[in-house]
């Protein structure tokens, strides 16, 4: 019952989408999540990048991290995932609004360990720089010194907006101000080569040509 109550979406339900493929192309479009800390007396919010991996959600930081070691005790969080679609141009300030796809996952990371943590790795650097495959994987030190966290997908919601015009108030219909939907298209520019590298190496495919809609 409690887990129903905090994943249903109350304020404008019907913005709520359950469809577990729409919550997957979501988080895949996503590099970025904001995990809530509740350590005692530092509470915070970290933005971290992510990357789906199946039926959970993987991030990866320094064992140094005060957040990540706190979140590796198993502790109860929420993390959202927040794509920013456009902004909606009312005629009123109050019926502005934006479009957005918006996700929030509830429960408890779970720190990887031995090979599960470098295939985790690898889940992650595939996401977050793909067909970079030359790269070279990390060393038993570098190993020791990150941590790799992953949430099941079992308690989450999703809430999408996307209005094409904006909802004006009876009162302002005859108003003589622009409103309208103003969208928002992310999309990479052209890679930049570092400086120096040996055997001019060209631009892997997949970062060339990596898709929009990544934010
Ligand atoms: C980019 C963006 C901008 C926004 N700007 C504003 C703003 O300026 N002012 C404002 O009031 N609201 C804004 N919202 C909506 C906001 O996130 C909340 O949905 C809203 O404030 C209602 O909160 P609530 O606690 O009353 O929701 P409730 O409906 O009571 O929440 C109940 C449950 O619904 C689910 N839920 C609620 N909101 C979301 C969400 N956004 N995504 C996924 N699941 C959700 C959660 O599981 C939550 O526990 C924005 C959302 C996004 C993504």
């Given at each position: 019952?409690?887990?129903?109550?905090?994943?249903?979406?109350?304020?404008?339900?019907?913005?709520?989408?359950?469809?577990?493929?729409?919550?997957?192309?979501?988080?895949?479009?996503?590099?970025?999540?904001h995990v809530a800390v509740?350590?005692?007396?530092?509470l915070a919010v970290v933005p971290?990048?992510?990357?789906?991996?199946?039926?959970?959600?993987?991030?990866?930081?320094?064992?140094?991290?005060?957040?990540?070691?706190?979140?590796?005790?198993?502790?109860?969080?929420c993390?959202t995932?927040?794509?920013?679609?456009?902004?909606?141009?009312?005629?009123?300030?109050?019926?502005?609004?934006?479009?957005?796809?918006?996700?929030?996952?509830?429960?408890?990371?779970?720190?990887?360990?031995?090979?599960?943590?470098?295939?985790?790795?690898?889940?992650?650097?595939?996401?977050?720089?793909?067909?970079?495959?030359?790269?070279?994987?990390?060393?038993?030190?570098?190993?020791?010194?990150?941590?790799?966290?992953?949430?099941?997908?079992?308690?989450?919601?999703?809430?999408?907006?996307?209005?094409?015009?904006?909802?004006?108030?009876?009162?302002?219909?005859?108003?003589?101000?622009?409103?309208?939907?103003?969208?928002?298209?992310?999309?990479?520019?052209?890679?930049?080569?570092?400086?120096?590298?040996?055997?001019?190496?060209?631009?892997?495919?997949?970062?060339?040509?990596?898709?929009?809609?990544?934010?």
């Amino acid at each position: 019952m409690r887990e129903r109550l905090r994943t249903t979406v109350r304020r404008i339900p019907g913005k709520q989408v359950t469809d577990r493929e729409v919550l997957d192309q979501v988080l895949d479009a996503a590099l970025v999540a904001h995990v809530a800390v509740p350590a005692p007396g530092r509470l915070a919010v970290v933005p971290v990048g992510t990357a789906r991996d199946g039926d959970r959600l993987l991030i990866h930081g320094s064992n140094a991290s005060q957040a990540f070691r706190f979140l590796a005790t198993g502790v109860e969080t929420c993390t959202t995932i927040t794509l920013l679609d456009g902004v909606v141009v009312a005629r009123s300030q109050f019926e502005s609004s934006m479009n957005y796809r918006s996700a929030m996952l509830f429960g408890a990371y779970r720190a990887l360990e031995g090979e599960e943590k470098e295939r985790g790795l690898a889940v992650l650097a595939e996401a977050l720089m793909p067909g970079m495959t030359q790269a070279r994987t990390p060393s038993a030190k570098e190993l020791a010194a990150t941590s790799v966290l992953a949430l099941p997908l079992t308690e989450w919601s999703l809430k999408v907006s996307a209005k094409n015009e904006p909802e004006d108030a009876s009162e302002d219909f005859d108003r003589e101000v622009w409103g309208g939907v103003v969208p928002l298209h992310h999309s990479w520019g052209t890679p930049i080569t570092a400086p120096g590298l040996p055997g001019d190496p060209a631009v892997p495919e997949a970062l060339a040509t990596w898709p929009e809609g990544r934010s």
